[in-house]
């Protein structure tokens, strides 16, 4: 009988009860808010949250009583600092349904902590929010990556800028932030990106990075006029770590390249012979 | 100085010295006959040199052949200049080049003394003259050919006439060696194409029996062939201008290229071999054109376009427009157009032979397989079937009493759906007298096989219509099922108050815009005018109006409305490539997945060559590439996380 053997056993028991949907709403809860699955369960199953995640969210983040710390963090951060934070950037109540920061909020946010739009910086702060929209901070997003950040107000994110610039030239960091900017600039609905949202993350992820980014955002826009798949997305990040120059050099016409990147290659190689 | 010498050796052995000899011999073996001993005299005495020094003999080390100045070299170098003289064309006397030679044979000086200046001499003289001749442009290589062959015969006879036989092979090998093997390069390259160009069988086969005889001779002739047979395939498949005369010129060019193997190469298996593979790579240049143009090439003589032909000579006909369509790699192309052929000839009654049809059958599925006949033996058997049904609706009185009523004669074709090429269903709203005759059938069809759904293919219905004009008379039109709707309605419409707008035919007709645009055209816009078209012009426009054309005025009883525009058929052929292409993708992409759950990870180089191994038509890396990124896009497949060159399969 699993159910007798540990305290492990009754989590996942108490997960077997729920259906699809609110196990799905779980897993967000708990990586949104970074806690587990048991504080998961008690926040949405309450009667005022009543399974709604965003609901859920705001109320943990938000309860009045605690001061959010992570493991080994310099300092706690206070909840009621971070309320004060997010007003100031919040959207107007009339214009949307949710309490969110959209995206004139979020271009007021990166003009205070002194940042260009299109600073690649910005995309490991919507990570690190677990943003799920383009343009779009949920509150609890908001919330969440502040907590993870340890910041509470905006002198304090703009002097965490340096960290999160040194995280992005960590590789494993870079490609998580890469490939999360995929879902986080495509539209829910679809499965692609496209082509001119695709271009414009390409440039700022990969414009300082790549000497062949212009030639590839070039091909694209002349080329290729269909929105970009996740895979060649993906694999785009590969191509531009082994191949760095207009030779070619390093570039298996054998492999496994998706095929756009092979015209690619065909492409560069024609137009400069 | 030969005369001197000529006259005084007898070699024969009269009878007398025969008798010398053979007492001498039997007794001690250490002492020569005096046959011999006479004859080393005589040598000794020969190579003295007049200067007074040895000669040949070997102990003074002086050169041993012609250099030297006794009477032997002097012999030899006189028997030398005879050679030559007669080489460029003199007469010489022969027999006595005969006694000399012998002499020296029986000296024992023939080899070193006579034969190995003499086969020097000979190499000098023909490398000289291959010199000459081959390697100068404008020098003809046929003639040159000749010559050599020429040559090689004059030294044959030389050898039988005046030298002895064991020089043959040695002499021959020279003149090979200096006027051919030297020249090759040349004869192959300047002479083969013209050849081949004009069909001179008897130079390629005088090319042939030259380069026979020497080493790699016929490997390049063959390798020359095979580029020769490849070039011109290229040429005449690449020339899109001329699509319609491919298949007559492939032929031609397939019938050139065997006569050459067969008469100039002697039939050599390796020739027939070169020949095969140069077909098999430039018919294979130009994707799916060929195979569309060999089915149609086939369905006009399956039509009856080589009229003049006998029944045998139209079995040749098909067997040689299929040895051609056994080199195409992409044969479901070629099966997709002559289903769609097969059809049409079926439903329109076009065969010319049944038994053509049937031979073409058995051919087909030689080369394809039975998976592909049976469907269109299928398609055989329904317009068989369609015969008894409509026997047994004839028969069906009730029903066919309403039909006579309406005094239509109705025909019906029942098609089983997967036999058939799909056609797209175009929906038209019939007259009220034809649905009524459709309906009869269908309840009689149905009535007997209950369990079936009957699809009216309204796109491939024909009509004869009798109509009768005012200038001609009454006249019988053989029109589409379409074509003959639209005409219907202009029935109590005559004067020219009763014309009728697009728009109108539009709604009365219920026929899709582009197609009742194509069919109002074929009436009023093409060589037979059954209606007239107010504004005049080549294209229906909205807003047009169309009227019957009073001035109607053919000669024949029974006057083809042609449906079928160039267009039209242009389109056709798009869509069914397009079909083709299609279905390509499901197999690439089902033997992807097959593959793909058999082994669940699979490195990207070990899938692509097992697709290769297990699709039959042509695919690119590229292409497989493409569906394999589609499916990964399905999430049917991912790559690994930590080998980007390898494949998960996702359940």
């Known amino acids: 009988d699993v159910r007798a053997l540990g305290l492990h056993g009754v989590g996942s028991s108490r997960m077997n009860r729920l259906n699809k949907a609110q196990k799905d709403k779980v897993k967000r809860f708990a990586a949104v808010s970074d806690s587990d699955e048991k504080t998961a369960i008690a926040v949405l199953k309450s009667k005022d949250v009543g399974w709604d995640l965003e609901l859920g969210l705001e109320k943990f983040f938000t309860s009045a009583a605690s001061t959010f710390s992570f493991g080994g963090a310099t300092g706690a951060v206070n909840a009621k600092t971070l309320e004060l934070t997010y007003k100031a950037y919040r959207a107007a109540d009339n214009t949307h349904d949710e309490d969110i920061i959209d995206a004139s909020g979020i271009e007021k946010l990166c003009a205070d902590i002194g940042i260009d739009p299109v600073d690649p ?14 343009g779009v901070f949920t509150k609890a997003e908001f919330f969440a990556g502040m907590k993870r950040m340890e910041c509470d107000t905006i002198p304090q994110l703009k002097l965490k800028l340096p960290f999160l610039r040194k995280d992005l030239a960590n590789p494993e960091v870079f490609k998580q932030v890469f490939e999360y900017s995929f879902d986080f600039a495509k539209d829910e609905t679809h499965k692609s ?23 590839w955002l070039e091909f694209l826009q002349k080329e290729h006029n269909k929105p970009v798949t996740r895979d060649t997305w993906t694999q785009t990040l590969e191509f531009s770590k082994q191949i760095k120059s207009g030779d070619m050099k390093g570039y298996d016409p054998a492999g496994a390249w998706p095929y756009l990147l092979d015209e690619f290659v065909e492409h560069v190689l024609e137009k400069n012979n | 100085n030969t005369s001197t010498v000529g006259t005084s050796s007898r070699p024969e052995g009269a009878s007398g010295a025969g008798a010398d000899r053979s007492t001498s011999s039997s007794s001690v073996e250490s002492v020569r006959s005096l046959w011999d001993m006479g004859l080393a005299l005589f040598r000794a005495s020969l190579a003295e040199d007049t200067a007074g020094s040895r000669g040949t003999d070997g102990n003074d080390g002086a050169a041993p052949h012609s250099a030297t100045n006794d009477v032997l070299g002097k012999a030899t170098r006189g028997l030398l200049a005879l050679v030559e003289r007669e080489r460029g064309g003199e007469a010489v006397d022969r027999a006595k080049v005969k006694r000399l030679t012998r002499a020296f044979r029986s000296l024992g000086v023939y080899s070193d003394r006579f034969e190995a200046p003499f086969l020097d001499a000979t190499r000098a003289f023909y490398r000289a003259e291959g010199m000459t001749f081959a390697g100068r442009s404008g020098e003809s290589v046929g003639e040159y050919l000749a010559h050599c062959q020429l040559r090689l015969a004059e030294e044959q006879r030389r050898c039988d006439d005046y030298l002895e036989s064991g020089t043959r092979r040695a002499l021959v090998q020279s003149v090979e060696k200096e006027l051919v093997d030297r020249h090759v390069g040349w004869i192959v390259d300047n002479g083969f194409d013209a050849m081949m160009e004009k069909s001179d069988v008897a130079g390629l086969r005088r090319m042939h ?22 070039a011109r395939g290229v040429a005449v498949v690449k020339d899109e201008e001329n699509d319609r005369d491919m298949v007559t010129k492939l032929l031609e060019l397939k019938r050139r290229a065997d006569e050459v193997a067969e008469e100039s190469f002697g039939g050599d298996e390796a020739f027939n071999a ?39 000579e139209l079995e040749h006909s098909l067997d040689r427009a299929m040895a051609l369509f056994r080199h195409i790699q992409g044969k479901d192309v070629f099966e997709a157009f002559y289903k769609k052929d097969l059809a049409k000839r079926l439903l329109l009654s076009k065969s010319a032979s049944n038994d053509a049809e049937k031979s073409m059958i058995s051919r087909l599925k030689a080369e394809c397989g039975s998976q592909f006949t049976t469907k269109l033996e299928g398609m055989f058997k329904d317009v068989d079937i369609s015969r008894d049904v409509m026997r047994s609706f004839r028969s069906d009185s009730e029903r066919f009493a309403k039909v006579e009523a309406a005094g239509v004669e109705l025909y019906v074709n029942v098609l089983t759906a997967g036999y058939w090429p799909t056609y797209p269903t175009v929906e038209v709203s019939l007259p009220p007298e034809m649905d009524a005759l459709q309906g009869l059938f269908r309840d009689h069809y149905l009535g007997k096989h209950g369990g079936r759904r009957l699809v009216w293919q309204n796109s491939l219905g024909h ?16 029109v589409s099922l379409f074509q003959a709707v639209v005409c219907l309605l202009f029935n109590g419409n005559s004067g020219s108050d009763g014309s009728l707008t697009f728009e109108e035919i539009r709604a009365a007709t219920g026929i899709e815009d582009k197609e009742l645009r194509r069919t109002l055209q074929s009436l009023a816009c093409g060589k037979v005018r059954v209606l007239v078209k107010e504004p005049k012009g080549r294209d229906v426009e909205d807003g047009d109006s169309f009227s019957v054309n009073e001035q109607f005025n053919e000669r024949l009883y029974r006057v083809k409305v042609n449906s079928i525009q160039l267009k039209e058929t242009k389109e056709e052929n798009a869509a069914t490539n397009e079909r083709v292409f299609q279905d390509r993708q499901y197999q690439i992409d089902a033997a992807i997945v097959r593959i793909m759950k058999t082994r669940k990870t699979l490195s990207h180089q070990l899938l692509i060559a097992e697709l290769l191994a297990q699709v039959k038509f042509p695919a690119r890396p590229t292409d497989l590439k493409k569906r394999i990124e589609s499916l990964i896009d399905r999430e049917y497949l991912e790559r690994d996380r930590a080998n980007a060159q390898v494949y998960n399969y996702l359940a």
């Open chain 1, 193 to 215: 990106l496209p082509l001119e949202t695709a271009c414009g993350m390409f440039h700022v992820l990969l414009a300082d990075r790549w000497p062949l980014c212009a030639d």
């Open chain 1, 121 to 134: 910086v910005i995309l490991v702060v919507s990570m690190k929010m677990n943003a799920k929209a383009m």
């Open chain 2, 274 to 312: 070169v020949v095969k593979e140069s077909f098999e790579s430039f018919v294979n240049q130009r994707q799916n054109r060929p195979a569309e143009l060999i089915a149609k090439h086939i369905d006009g003589k399956l039509r009856g376009a080589g009229k003049g032909e006998t029944e045998d």
């Open chain 2, 209 to 230: 029996a030259l380069l026979r005889r020497v080493d790699g001779g016929l490997d390049k002739l063959r390798v020359a062939f095979g580029s020769a047979v490849r």
């Open chain 2, 463 to 478: 009509c004869v219509l009798r109509a009768e004009f005012p200038k001609c008379g009454v006249k019988e039109l053989a």
